[in-house]
């Protein structure tokens, strides 16, 4: 009887301590973090050695596994239901969105207070009901324009949509396949063209969703903004075809040299200084024009995310706190090559940002403000988003002919039913 109480005894004084193990990481549980895979491979070697030193010097286990973007949905899915998820995840901030509404996430408001993150990161990083994303970068959107087309014509580099118009009509060339504007606007399934139209509608003073989560899209000042924007494509100052590009399209178009103007991230500025050396030293970077009311960058990027039913948190969040340490951080960045803008304070203190040719993407990254903005981030608004009802209203006037308010109170009617109103 003796025995059997000391035996009882020595195994409730060991609970604590594999516990604790199995949180820390190493002899009761390995440090899992997914990664996705990013264009510039220097990212994930990057990451892969830190994470590694990280496990060396804190005699942790760790594993460092790299997903396909398009997979990683999927596995992670996977994974959540048979309760073996990894203990971090690095995705795009709607995925992580998506999982903190499923109720998957640990709060991450330590680490938050722990690195000196940027106001706009964090109000990327938002998600109503609590702090469970953590920014890791801010995807630039710039503007792209052909200052040598708008030198040849002496003319100011356009900073207002309205001179936008203005200006695309004196460079418009199309019987010489050269289209002063190249904005896609077909409904594919990517973010750039929901982004811009919904760019336009808040610089003209509409408002999508409310910050109460309420749908206000149905407006004056939303009509006029589409109404702009259906001119642009109706009086032929961008390309036919463009009014059902994808996201691929203007990429395309403006590394043809066919197309005078486009926004986008900075994969085609690196493409043209790779491929196309002279069309790379005369395009300008600029901050997203400024409508009547305002200037709106609607950005995405990058987050770090904890499981809960991952078996290293107490490790994961030292980590990632490690990760974000500032020179190791800022140099990460720079090897992004400006495809990437840095979401911890200070991060930006370089000569590389002050680069002409960088100068552009920290200038939108200071004014971006979230896709679903002014709406409380949450799963619904993220699905609104996605489901690019903003793209199609304009589609639905210019490919259809339809009465500019009838579409209008059709995209009413998509948002109010994606967000249960």
Same mark, same amino acid.
């Given at each position: ?209 409310? %910050? ?56 085609? #500025? ?95 990254? %200071? ?21 690019? #009802? ?32």
């Amino acid at each position: 009887m003796k025995r059997w109480i000391v035996l009882v005894l020595l195994a409730s004084l060991c609970l604590p301590v594999f516990g604790n193990a199995s949180q820390e990481g190493g002899a009761g549980g390995k440090l899992v973090l997914w990664d996705k895979s990013e264009y510039v491979a220097a990212y994930n070697e990057a990451s892969k050695a830190r994470i590694e030193t990280f496990g060396r010097n804190n005699n942790v286990e760790v594993e460092y596994v790299i997903v396909p973007p398009n997979d990683l949905q999927a596995k992670l899915l996977a994974a959540i239901e048979a309760r073996n998820p990894p203990d971090i995840v690095v995705t795009d901030d709607f995925l992580a969105k998506r999982f903190a509404g499923m109720d998957q996430l640990v709060d991450v408001s330590d680490i938050l207070k722990s690195v000196k993150f940027t106001k706009a990161s964090l109000d990327l990083a938002y998600i109503q009901g609590g702090n469970f994303l953590v920014p890791l970068t801010v995807f630039p959107a710039g503007r792209y324009l052909r200052k040598d087309v708008w030198d040849a014509k002496g003319l100011p580099y356009p900073t207002t949509w309205q001179q936008i118009y203005d200006q695309a009509k004196i460079v418009n060339d199309p019987a010489r396949d050269f289209y002063a504007l190249g904005y896609p606007m077909g409904a594919s399934g990517g973010g750039d063209a929901e982004s811009m139209v919904r760019s336009v509608i808040l610089s003209h003073g509409g408002i999508p969703v409310d %910050k109460d989560g309420k749908v206000t899209i149905n407006s004056r000042q939303t009509l006029e903004a589409l109404n702009f924007i259906v001119k642009l494509f109706k009086e032929g100052l961008c390309p036919p075809s463009a009014i059902t590009w994808d996201d691929m399209g203007n990429n395309t178009a403006y590394l043809a040299g066919s197309v005078g103007t486009i926004f986008n991230t900075p994969s085609v #500025f690196n493409q043209a200084r790779n491929d196309n050396p002279e069309l790379y030293k005369n395009t300008l970077i600029m901050a997203y024009p400024a409508g009547p009311v305002g200037q709106f960058c609607l950005l995405g990027g990058n987050a770090v995310i904890i499981f809960k039913n991952g078996k290293a948190t107490a490790a994961a969040k030292k980590y990632i706190i490690d990760f974000f340490e500032i020179n190791f951080y800022k140099d990460l960045i720079l090897k992004m090559g400006g495809m990437w803008m840095p979401v911890v304070e200070g991060a930006d203190n370089d000569p590389f940002w002050a680069l002409p040719e960088n100068k552009g993407w920290l200038d939108n990254a %200071k004014i971006g403000v979230p896709t679903t903005y002014p709406a409380p981030a949450n799963d619904l608004t993220a699905g609104a988003f996605a489901g690019q #009802f903003c793209v199609k209203a304009v589609q639905r006037i210019v490919l259809q002919n339809q009465d500019p308010q009838q579409s209008l109170n059709q995209l009413e009617k998509d948002l109010k039913q994606a967000l249960n109103q």
